[in-house]
């Protein structure tokens, strides 16, 4: 039953990742004053090789700050009343400009040299699995922090509760901290804890950038495709480097790169290498991505093989569509899973009664993700079952999230989940979830 609770919370993760998730390809509303601010400055020709660069397209952050980043190498032909409007958009667009390798005083301005943020989450869950009911409450506090060592270099960790976990993985017994597991059960410290410690450090690199790229060195997140399907960011690490180039207006394609270790043990070492290419515009995004899993302890192997793709696209700008593959070319039968999600109302939750909801389908073959990923390792090597009960085969699910924004710091959720296992024939053929959860912001 707990192989199949911590698989949920995979899926669950990749559910809080698809409705959370902001980058420079997240659209900009269009309402949105900065619309009519460069339609001004193009119309004062302050924007250079483009004819109507806007046309009534909706764009991304990245577009928009493609443009902005134009307007400010002619600010010096602007007139006072046009420089104080291209400042503006530089401050709307800090983010995405320091991305693109643009400095000024504005945009370094908004970065102090010490940032901490994090946040607290409590959640109370009801599950029934195989005609037996579980419940509990949990909370977990994740707080990153990073100091600036100059304009393109920073040190980064994250601190957050419960320790590392013991459990067992490819057949082994280890304890791995790069669990994704770190709540912790009110009225104890988790039933899997190896110590009383209450808060550790699980994430320490030096992100920098030369040129146009973007690297990070050290003990740090790992995400595989759009929404974490394989692997998600939210509670996945790494030892390794990984790599970005951004894209540009002459090539619209960003390249992500990862090189590394998960963990290491005795008889467990788990590499990790991939490539993705993201790309998009203003109503879509769009990945296809390569990654091996291989493992290096004194039991080495291949583990997988991924092949994977994501498509997202917004039809309005309260619906969006999205759809993750992927493939596990190691193996020739169950190796495919397939998630469709559609996400309804307010895309980015931010400020007081923002809303939205989610609803997703999954479906999940043995040889898949379910095999390998970290939370749960449901087969062994051979694809021979470990343990019985709710361990899971061959799977589809389907679930709805509603989450409300009550301020910009705390946001709450309600959770439905259904799995039917293909290959249980008595109980419920699966397993129900149900989950409400409150998160503070800071």
């Given at each position: 039953m707990k192989r199949l609770a911590v698989t949920f919370m995979l899926i669950m993760i990749c559910i809080q990742s698809t409705a959370w998730a902001a980058g420079p390809f997240s659209s900009i509303p269009v309402n949105h004053w900065t619309y009519a601010?460069?339609?001004?400055?193009?119309?004062?020709?302050?924007?250079?090789?483009?004819?109507?660069?806007?046309?009534?397209?909706?764009?991304?952050?990245?577009?928009?700050?493609?443009?902005?980043?134009?307007?400010?190498?002619n600010k010096s032909k602007a007139t006072p009343s046009q420089k104080a409007l291209i400042e503006k958009l530089v401050n709307e667009f800090a983010v995405e400009l320091k991305n693109m390798g643009v400095h000024t005083a504005a945009i370094d301005k908004k970065e102090p040299a010490f940032i901490t943020h994090g946040e607290f989450d409590v959640r109370s869950m009801d599950g029934r699995c195989m005609g037996i009911t579980e419940a509990y409450s949990q909370y977990r506090l994740r707080i990153d922090q990073s100091v600036k060592i100059d304009d393109n270099t920073s040190v980064n960790w994250r601190?957050?509760?419960?320790?590392?976990?013991?459990?067992?993985?490819?057949?082994?017994?280890?304890?791995?901290?790069?669990?994704?597991?770190?709540?912790?059960?009110?009225?104890?410290?988790?039933?899997?804890?190896?110590?009383t410690k209450t808060l550790d450090m699980d994430r320490v690199f030096v992100s920098t950038k030369v040129g146009s790229v973007n690297t990070k060195i050290g003990a740090q997140s790992l995400r595989l495709g759009a929404d974490g399907v394989i692997y998600d960011d939210a509670g996945y690490n790494f030892d390794?480097?990984?790599?970005?180039?951004?894209?540009?207006?002459?090539f619209p394609v960003t390249l992500i790169g990862n090189y590394g270790r998960i963990?290491?043990?005795?008889?467990?070492?788990?590499?990790?290498?991939?490539?993705?290419?993201?790309?998009?515009?203003?109503?879509?995004?769009?990945g296809l991505g390569y990654a091996t899993l291989k493992n290096n302890g004194s039991n080495a192997a291949n583990l997988a093989k991924y092949v994977y793709?994501?498509?997202?696209?917004?039809?309005?700008?309260?619906?969006?569509?999205?759809?993750?593959?992927?493939?596990?070319?190691?193996?020739?039968?169950?190796?495919?899973?397939?998630?469709?999600?559609?996400?309804?109302?307010?895309?980015?939750p931010a400020k007081s009664g923002d809303n939205n909801l989610w609803l997703g389908y999954y479906k999940v073959g043995k040889n898949s993700i379910s095999r390998y990923s970290?939370?749960?390792?449901?087969?062994?090597?051979?694809?021979?079952?470990?343990?019985?009960?709710?361990?899971?085969?061959?799977?589809?699910?389907?679930?709805?999230?509603?989450?409300?924004?009550?301020?910009?710091?705390?946001?709450?959720?309600?959770?439905?989940?259904?799995?039917r296992d293909k290959e249980l024939t008595t109980y419920d053929l699966g397993y129900r979830y149900y989950r409400a959860s409150l998160t503070a912001y800071f």
């Open positions: 601010a460069i339609d001004k400055l193009e119309a004062a020709g302050l924007i250079d090789g483009m004819d109507n660069p806007l046309n009534g397209k909706i764009l991304t952050r990245y577009e928009m700050a493609m443009l902005v980043g134009k307007a400010m190498e601190l957050k509760t419960s320790p590392q976990i013991a459990t067992s993985y490819y057949g082994t017994s280890a304890t791995y901290k790069y669990e994704s597991s770190n709540w912790t059960t009110f009225g104890s410290h988790g039933n899997n804890d190896t110590s390794g480097i990984n790599v970005v180039l951004p894209a540009t207006y002459q963990d290491k043990s005795s008889t467990v070492g788990i590499d990790v290498n991939s490539i993705e290419a993201v790309t998009g515009s203003s109503k879509m995004i769009a793709s994501y498509t997202k696209y917004l039809f309005t700008p309260h619906l969006s569509l999205s759809w993750d593959y992927v493939n596990n070319t190691l193996y020739s039968n169950n190796n495919n899973t397939n998630m469709v999600f559609a996400l309804i109302g307010d895309q980015l970290i939370l749960n390792l449901t087969y062994d090597l051979t694809g021979e079952a470990i343990g019985s009960g709710c361990d899971l085969r061959n799977m589809d699910a389907y679930g709805a999230v509603y989450t409300y924004r009550f301020n910009r710091t705390f946001e709450g959720q309600l959770y439905y989940m259904k799995i």
